[in-house]
């Protein structure tokens, strides 16, 4: 059932960071917005617990998972900026 949660507050969290940072070179579909999400739940985890927010073990929730998703959004805007160039 874990997985199925991940995936699911990973679409949500892809979805809100989507509309938070609106581009036009951001990756559409559920696919790609869910692990959107899922990269950025990731991301809000290791910082998290490299910065002591988070016990080991423990994950970021929704919050944490969209501001994840758009930190890997504005990156992922830089990069692809920097290449269009």
Known sequence: MGIVWTIIIGFIAGIVAKFVMPGSNEPS???LTTILGIVGAFFATFLGQSL???APGEGAGLIGAIVGAVLVLAIWGMISRNRAV
Do not use: P, Q, R, S
């Open 29 to 31: 579909g559920f696919v």
């Open 52 to 54: 002591g927010w988070y």
